[in-house]
Every structure is written in structure tokens, then in C-alpha cells.
């Protein structure tokens, strides 16, 4: 039995033809981010903060982009989205396809309920009818806050960690719904030791929300101050110089990571303790206004700039066109960080998620970006040599522009290898910042990591190397070689540990809200066999994941997060993309997930993206070119693999 050699290949076409459309004027990618309920009620309430300064009387300086008497409109716009998108059973989730949740339904219900008591001081053009529907939308909200059990269950959600449960809290105690005294106090002054002591200092928060401890903590000060006189004391000489600290670690377009959620708890809660006029809550409103969306929501985070070309590069390989590989390599290299980053401290050579100012280098795109940049400059070719002449020119011109495209690899490993946990994995952001799990070794990123160093490993062999022995017992000196072999040791053992024992991984920054604790096992094991695989390292941990991988495929042939979850496009890729090199014939069941992936191609489905990604303390959201460069890869790899096996 054959596979349909032409079905395969229309659908694989089709793919990387509507990947290659989605290309910006300049070449590279920069897709497209669900809309947030949860960033449009913080905004919102940011907005309304200041608008609220102003009308007091407080002088208020006029944001860069936009006359403050815009925040009314803004404000009507957002509360209008939020009525417009409430789920049926009264609450909210993080994306217009997610489910509810205590935390968003928490802020949202707090700032309809703060616009409505700012009525008389914030005017606002809404109409009775939009004014019943507020008061009908608040009712709901607040009978599915006590179904879920309230501030117990917020608490509950988040454990120890209080990256998110601290700024829900204070979003409500600016709304009148929570005593100040409810909100737990955030060690602000902490901001004031050196950079270098924060993995010490046992941080209450993640490593990259210190924004939001400086800004909320001092707001929670404000209204409460500590009984102890000697913190008081340390807070109230910390207070100016937490605030150079924060205006000096604020990108120059006001927005913290480019995110409107991070962000607009700073500014709301500077504007609620009187800085309404801070330089800092000025960028941040600009930034709030710049990122809405036409119908008057904002997204999770501004885009995904980078992580999406590199996504799309490495799925498309030699299917990009010349024309466009020289322009995406140079933008990619003009993307990498040459100098100390001033908001994490983190050492030159990484990438981030995004072109923009907001931005920070991360585990996760600096390895996108290293497998990027390989393949845009071909640094596996070997080429023959050339005549004389204009082809010695171009050779030389060629050689130059290697060098630079080795350098900035070799720049982005040692990036990578300084981040390194003692654990043999790799963290997002930070080296052994802390124990919360998003500054934690995770199976992803470590995954990503080892891919990104086995670039290096594959193109410098050393011969004379014993691998099988340990770095010490070796008479060679080894040098960065080494160095890089044994990062990688370390991470697969890393990753040898932390496999389940029914043979799969958990991801950090990816979920399915399907699948019980929202993990999803199978993207993380898919990713995590990729690296086996791509590394050379198929040894019986893998062959264990690539048995559960296979176990949990669903009977439509697609896969979910985990057995029993619906199939997605997202998901169904990825797993084809782990498990098609051990295909070997038609008849085989990943060939029906082949099947049921250029069937959503053929019905046109396959461009409708599913909530699949956390972002920073589980926050969902779904990008609408992880369909497309996911199912590039797939149909990709399935017409290679299939041609190898002359079954097309």
C-alpha cells in the first residue's frame, strides 16, 4: 500500500504557500496574538486610574501619543469588548476560546465595578441599555466569584507563588472589593540591593516581574504601612530609589515586556498611591494606548515578532526562497542583544521574543534563533572550490559573512551555556534566580538548548575526543568543545530524570486547558523526542517517550494535549513531527494522523489556532501562526520521509 503522493503533496503545498504569504514587506514574520480579556481589564483599570488622577485635579502630564481626555472613550471601548465576550456561565478566560477562571473573572468583575463607581468623576458616553448590561454582567461575574470559592481559591490557584495572586489583589483593592489589608506586602525594597544579589535574596516573585513588586509593593505600603519601625524605615528610604530603579529598567516605548497585563498593574498602582504624574506612568499609559486594538481590547503581549520568524524559518528549510533568506538573516542578527540587558542583567549573545523594546533574551528564542541563523546561512554546506576572479570576490564576501553568522552562534551558545542550571537543565530567564516554576529548569526549553548546542558540536567534531569519557579523563585539551559537550551531558541527564514514568515530559510554556492542572504532555514529550533525535541520542529514554507519544493518539488520528483530549492542529503536527522518521509504511497509525492533518488543510481549519500557550503564570493565549509553522513542519517532514521510503 502507498500513501497518496499527490494528496500529500497539494496539502504540503498549500501549507508553505500560505506560510510564505504571511511574510511582512520586510520579510520576516510577525503573527498575530489572541485578544485578552484579562489584559483588557487591567488596562482598563490603568486608564481609569489616571483618569480619575486627572479629574481630582491632580497634574497629570499629557501622554505622547494621545490627549489624556482620550482615556473616557478608551475606557467605554474596553468595557463594552468585556460585556460583549463574558462566557455563558458568567465568567471570563484568558482568551476569547478559553475557559473561565477565577482570576480573570475576578479582574474583569473589579473593573466594571470600579468604572461604575468612577461614573461621576470619569464620564462616560454609555447609554442605559450598556449601563443594565454592566450592572447584569457584574451580577453574573459575582455569582460565578463565589461558586469558585472567591480569594481562598485565587490563593489556592497560585500556592507560594505570588507573581499574579499579589497584583489580582491589589487590581481589587483599588476597585473598593479588597481590604488593603487582604493584599500580602511585596519586599519593594529588595529592588535596591545589586543586580547580581537577586538569585539570593529569595525574591516572592518571579524573576521577571520585579516591575510589578516595586510598583505594587509600594502601592500596598501606601495604604498599610508595615507595624514593624525598623522595615518601615528601610521602605520609606527605599521608596525614591525603587523608583530610579523602576524608570530606569522601563523600556524607552513604556511597556514592560511588551506585556499589557505587567505593565498596567505598574501604572495602576503608581496611580493609586498619587504618582499618577510619574514618567513612568506616563510611557506605561502611552504604551496602553498604542496597543489597542481596533475593537477595543488589548492582547497578552504586543507580538511574538522573532519567535515567529524563527518558527517559520525552521520550518520551511530549503522551502523559503533565496530572495528572502538574506533579508531575514540580517534582521535576525540585528536582533541579537550586544550589551548587558538593563532589565534581567543578562550577559550580551541571547535573543527575545520580539524586535521591541520590551523585550528580554531568553532559553527559549536564543536557541530558535541560533537553529535559524544556521540554516539561513547554510553553515553545514560544504562548498567546492571556486575560479578565480568576481567567484574569488564573492567567496571572500561569502567567508566574511559566515564569520559573522559563527560568531553570533558562538556568542548565543556561551549565552546559553552561562545559563545553565546546576540541575543540567535550562531555565527561561535566569540562572538559579529561585525555586517558583518559571524561573525553574524546564523539559522544553533544556530540549530547545541542546538542539541549538548540537549546531555547534556537529560542525566542530573533534575525533580525538573520547565521548563516552567524562571531561577530566581526557588527555585533550578540549577547550570550548568541551565545554559544550559536557552542557549537553549534563542536559540530557537533566532531561533523564525528569521524564514521567509512563514515558513523557511536561512543558513549561505550553497547556491545554483540556487536560487535568492544564499540562500537556504532549507537547512537551514531542519537543523533548525532537532533541533526541536531532541530537543522535535515540537510546531507550526516548523510545519510552515516543511509545507514550504514540499511545495517546486519538481515534480520529490527530492528537491533544494528553490521551482524550479533542485533536488539534497544533498538537497533531507536533507529534508527527517527533514520531514520522519511525514511520515505515502506509499503513501505519501516524500515517492517519498525516490523514487527519491534511484533512483540517483541505476543509481549510487547519488556520483556526487553539489556546495552547502559557504566558508567565499560566496565562493562555494562542498565536495564530503556530497552526502554520507547526503544520509546515509536519507535511514537510511526512512528504521527505514517505519519498525515502518510495512509498509516493
Not at 503573527?31 to 489616571?50: D, R
Not at 516591575?211 to 498599610?224: D, F, M
Not at 527605599?238 to 505598574?266: C, Y
Not at 524546564?442 to 538542539?451: E, G, K, N, V
Amino acid at each position: 500500500m502507498s500513501v497518496d503522493g499527490d494528496r500529500l503533496n497539494r496539502g504540503c503545498d498549500v501549507a508553505i504557500e500560505t506560510l510564505l504569504a504571511q511574510r511582512t514587506p520586510a520579510g520576516y514574520w510577525v503573527g498575530e496574538l489572541s485578544t485578552s480579556a484579562l489584559s483588557t481589564a487591567t488596562a482598563v483599570m490603568a486608564l481609569l486610574q489616571v483618569a480619575k488622577a486627572k479629574a481630582s485635579g491632580s497634574d497629570v502630564i499629557a501622554v505622547r501619543s494621545h490627549s489624556i481626555h482620550s482615556l473616557p472613550n478608551l475606557i467605554e471601548r474596553g468595557v463594552a469588548w468585556l460585556i460583549a465576550n463574558q462566557n455563558t456561565d458568567g465568567g471570563w478566560g484568558d482568551t476569547s476560546k478559553s475557559f473561565s477562571n477565577i482570576s480573570t473573572t475576578m479582574l474583569c468583575h473589579a473593573m466594571l465595578i470600579a468604572t461604575r463607581n468612577a461614573s461621576a468623576a470619569v464620564p462616560m458616553a454609555l447609554s442605559a441599555e450598556q449601563c443594565s448590561a454592566r450592572d447584569q454582567s457584574i451580577s453574573r461575574a459575582a455569582t460565578y466569584i463565589d461558586q469558585e470559592g472567591g480569594i481562598p481559591a485565587l490563593i489556592k490557584r497560585y500556592g507560594k507563588d505570588k507573581t499574579f495572586s499579589v497584583p489580582i489583589l491589589t487590581h481589587c483593592a483599588l476597585a473598593g472589593l479588597v481590604p488593603w489589608s487582604q493584599v500580602p506586602r511585596l519586599p519593594f525594597e529588595l529592588s535596591c540591593i545589586p543586580a547580581s544579589w537577586y538569585a539570593m535574596a529569595k525574591f516572592p516573585v518571579v524573576s521577571y516581574a520585579l516591575p510589578a513588586l516595586i510598583a505594587i509593593g509600594q502601592v500596598r505600603h501606601h495604604h498599610g504601612k508595615t507595624w514593624n519601625p525598623i522595615t518601615r524605615l528601610i521602605r520609606w528610604l527605599a521608596r525614591d530609589r525603587s523608583l530610579a530603579v523602576l524608570q530606569k529598567i522601563q523600556p524607552i516605548n513604556g511597556g514592560f515586556l511588551e506585556a499589557a497585563p505587567l505593565t498596567s498593574f505598574v501604572s495602576m498602582s503608581l496611580a493609586g498611591m498619587g504618582l499618577a504624574d510619574h514618567p513612568v506612568v506616563v510611557r506605561a499609559i502611552d504604551f496602553l494606548i498604542q496597543s489597542v486594538r481596533p475593537d477595543g481590547s488589548w492582547p497578552i503581549d504586543t507580538n511574538l515578532t522573532t519567535w515567529a520568524t524563527t518558527l517559520a524559518v525552521n520550518a520551511l528549510e530549503n522551502d523559503l526562497p533565496e530572495a528572502g533568506r538574506t533579508p531575514i538573516l540580517g534582521w535576525l542578527l540585528d536582533q541579537q542583544y550586544k550589551k548587558v540587558h538593563p532589565y534581567t542583567n543578562a550577559a550580551p549573545g541571547g535573543w527575545a521574543w520580539t524586535d521591541l523594546p520590551g523585550g528580554v533574551p531568553d532559553a527559549d528564542d536564543t536557541p530558535g534563533a541560533i537553529l535559524a541563523v544556521s540554516q539561513l546561512a547554510n553553515l553545514d554546506a560544504v562548498h567546492a572550490d571556486e575560479p578565480a576572479g568576481v567567484a574569488g570576490n564573492q567567496r571572500q564576501r561569502e567567508a566574511a559573512h559566515r564569520e559573522d553568522c559563527e560568531l553570533a552562534i558562538d556568542n548565543g551558545l556561551y549565552w546559553l551555556l552561562g545559563l545553565q542550571n546546576r540541575d543540567g537543565g535550562f531555565p527561561t530567564f535566569c540562572r538559579g534566580w529561585g525555586t517558583l516554576p518559571f524561573d525553574r529548569s524546564s523539559p522544553d526549553i533544556t530540549a530547545h538548548s541542546l538542539r541549538a548546542l548540537h549546531v555547534w558540536l556537529r560542525r566542530h567534531p573533534l575525533p580525538e575526543f573520547d565521548i563516552d569519557q567524562p571531561i577530566e579523563d581526557n588527555t585533550v585539551d578540549v577547550g570550548v568543545f568541551g565545554r559544550i559537550h559536557q552542557g549537553v551531558e549534563q542536559g540530557f541527564a537533566y532531561l533523564e530524570r525528569v521524564q514521567r514514568p509512563n514515558g513523557s515530559w511536561l512543558p513549561l510554556w505550553f497547556g491545554n486547558q483540556h487536560v487535568p492542572n492544564d499540562e500537556n504532555p504532549v507537547y512537551g514529550t514531542s519537543r523533548v523526542l525532537r532533541a533526541f533525535r536531532d541530537c543522535q541520542r535515540w537510546n531507550d529514554q526516548a523510545r519510552r517517550g515516543a511509545e507514550w507519544l504514540r499511545s495517546v493518539q486519538n481515534v480520529d488520528g490527530g492528537w491533544g494535549g494528553d490521551r482524550g483530549a479533542p485533536s488539534t492542529v497544533e498538537e497533531t503536527a507536533l507529534a508527527l513531527d517527533a514520531l514520522l522518521e519511525d514511520v515505515q509504511n502506509a499503513t501505519d497509525p501516524v500515517w492517519r494522523g498525516v490523514e487527519w492533518l491534511l484533512s483540517r488543510v483541505e476543509d481549510g481549519t487547519w488556520t483556526n489556532p487553539s489556546p495552547i500557550g502559557f504566558y508567565f503564570a499560566k496565562l493562555w493565549y494562542f498565536e495564530a501562526i503556530y497552526p502554520l509553522v507547526w503544520t509546515v513542519g509536519a507535511l514537510r517532514k511526512a512528504r521527505k520521509r514517505f519519498a525515502q521510503l518510495d512509498l509516493l
